[in-house]
C-alpha cells in the first residue's frame, strides 16, 4: 500500500468475480460450530483425533462460509478449484501416518499478487485477466510442502493501490469490507486477506507489503499481521513494486499462528542481494513462551522530531494500556524521541521503481491482455472509458523519467537514514523492540528501512473499531518481535470477533 490516492472518485463499472461451484462431498463428520475460529493448534488437534474433523471438511466448510458471507465483504476474488482434492489428498496422508508439519490441512488464502498454479494473478486488475499462472510462486510451493491447502486469492486494492484506487478496492473484486462495520477503513492494499481472516473464512492469508499493505489493513481488521525484514523471504513469483521494500508476510489471528506459516513460507533467494546474511532454519514460535516480556527493554515513542522539530506524542487509551500490560508483564518501558527520516524523495524513487519492475515483469509474463504499464494504461481507458481520470497513479508513474542508475544512489542514502531513524534509539538505550500506537504511522518508516514490524490487536475505539499497537525492531529482528507481541497479546486478551 502506498497512501497516495486515497478517496479518489470513480465512475467505472465492475463487475465482483464470481465464485465457481463445487460439488460438495460427503463429508463423514460435521464441523462444529465455532470452528471458523479455530487456532492453527486447535484444527491440528481436531484432526488428529479419531473420528475427528477432516481437512475436507474444513475446506468444503469454509467455501461454504466464504459463499455465503463475502457477498458482504467482497474479500476473496476466486476459490481453488483443487482445493477439496488437495485436502482429500492430505486426509490420506495423516491417515496413512505421515503429517507435513502444523499447518497440514490447514486451508491458507493469498493475495491477488502472488502467483498461484491454474489460477489468475492478477493484482485485482482485468488487464492482468488472462492465462493462468503456469507455477507457484516459490513461498506457495514452500506452503504446500508443509501441507497447507490453497483456498483461493483475496481481492486487494488494485495493482497494490497505485492505480491511486481507494483502500480496498479493485475493478475485478469491487469495495472489500470491514467485517466489523462496512463503512469502516478496510486498509490496503492486502485488505482482502486480512478482512477474510478477521472473519473466519480463514485461519491464515498471505499479504504483501511495499509500505504498509500488511500492517494497516491488519490493523484496521483487528488481526495480526507480520511484515517481516525484506529480504527474509523468497519474493519470485510475486507482482513487484520496489525490491527496495517488497516483501510477503503472514496475516493470522494469532501471533503464534503467525510464527507458524513464518517458519511455512521460510526460504530465502540465494540471489536476491536483499538477502544476503538472512537467518535460515529458524523456529519463529522457540521464543513463545510464558515470561518471555520479563526484562525485555521495550520503547516508546514519548516525542518525534522532524527537521529540528520536536513534538510530543498523546497516547491513545488504548495504547495507554497496552504499555500498562507490557510492563505489568515485567517489560521495562524506555521513552524515547523517534526521528522522522527526511522523505522528500521517497515519492519519487518509490514510483520510478514501480515503472521499471512493473514494466519488466509484464514483459515476461505469458498470456496476459498488457505487455507493459503504457498497455496496462491504454487496457483500463479503453475499458472504462476516459471521461474521468480513475488512474491518476498508474499516469503519474509512467512518466517517470528516472533512470535505475541515477536512482539507486539516492535509495541507499535514503534506506540509510530511514535505517538510523531505528537503529538509533534502539542502539542508544539497549532496546529490544519499539512499540508505537499504530495511528502513529511508525510503520512506514519501519517499511521504507527494510525492517520488520507486527500489528497485534489492542482494543476498540470509542466508535467499537480494533485498534493495534505496532512492534518494530532492526533487521532479522523477527524472534524476538514474536515473542514480545505474543507475551503482549496473551496478557492483554484484546482481540475481538465481527459481528457478522
Known sequence: MFGIGSGVSFFVNYSH????????????????????????????????RPGGITSQGLVNYLQERIRTLDPQLSSVIELNPQALESARALDQERANGKVRGPLHGIPVLLKDTIETAGMQTSAGAFALVGEAAGKNAPLVEYLISQGAVILGKTNMTELAGFRGAPDGWSTRGGQTRNPHHPDAQVGGSSSGSAAAVAAGLAPLAVGAETNGSIIVPAAFNGVVGLKPSVGLLDRNGIIPASQHQDTPGPIARSVFDAALMLNAMSGRDPHDPASVNAPEGVDYTQLLVP???????????????????????????????????????????????????????YEELLLSDVKDELNGYLAKRTGLPVKSLAELIKFNEDRDGTDTDHQPLLKQINASILEPEQRETAWEKLIEDFRSSVDEPIKTHKLDAIVSDFDTNSYFGVAAAGYPGIAVPSGTNEDGLPTAAHFFGTRWSEPTLLAVAHGYEQAAQTATRPGL
Request: hydrophobic share 40%; net charge negative.
Open 17 to 48: 468475480n464470481t465464485l465457481p461451484v463445487q460439488s460438495s462431498p460427503a463429508i463423514s463428520k460435521p464441523i462444529p460450530a465455532g470452528t471458523e475460529y479455530a487456532s492453527v493448534r486447535e484444527l491440528a488437534e481436531q484432526m488428529s
Open 291 to 345: 515470561g518471555a516480556l520479563k526484562g525485555k527493554r521495550i520503547g516508546y515513542p514519548a516525542t518525534f522530531s522532524a527537521n529540528g522539530e520536536v513534538q510530543a506524542v498523546e497516547n491513545s487509551a488504548q495504547f495507554s494500556k497496552a504499555l500498562e500490560v507490557l510492563e505489568a508483564q515485567g517489560a521495562v518501558l524506555v521513552p524515547i524521541n523517534l526521528r522522522m527520516a527526511d522523505e522528500s524523495r
